[in-house]
């Protein structure tokens, strides 16, 4: 049964940092992309960021010089590192995975359960 594990949220001060993984566990026949979203209270989810299973790597603008992506494919694992934490980051994270656990069908969004990131001192 294929499914995605978070790890690694917690409370943080501003100008700190955090780590975020994501592990897409059972069989897979393919991951094209992993990406990390976010919720903040009374926003709308967005797209932090995304890297693709040829390494295409994409940020949104409030992230770029503060965050970075990587992937391990044999693992099938993805790390958001997270310097230079804002208030304005916290948010639940949830961990997304494009892919298919079969040769057979469409590719198909699979959902992390989220992972809260609070920034306060």
């Known amino acids: 049964q294929a499914q995605l594990v978070e790890s690694g949220g917690g409370l943080v001060q501003p100008g700190g940092s955090l780590t975020l993984s994501c592990a897409a566990q059972?069989?897979?026949?393919?991951?094209?992309?992993m990406r990390w979203y976010r919720r903040a209270p009374g926003k709308a989810r967005e797209l932090v960021a995304s890297?693709?299973?040829?390494?295409?790597?994409y940020y949104i603008e409030d992230a770029r010089g503060r965050f970075t992506i990587s992937r391990d494919s044999a693992k099938n694992t993805v790390t958001l590192q997270m310097n230079s934490l804002r208030s304005e980051d916290t948010a639940v994270y949830y961990c997304?995975?494009?892919?298919?656990?079969?040769?057979?069908?469409?590719?198909?969004?699979?959902w992390g359960q989220g992972t809260q990131v609070t920034v306060s001192s």
């Open positions: 890297i693709t299973s040829e390494n295409s790597i």
């Open positions: 059972g069989s897979w026949f393919r991951i094209s992309a």
């Open positions: 997304q995975a494009e892919g298919k656990q079969f040769s057979y069908g469409d590719s198909m969004p699979y």
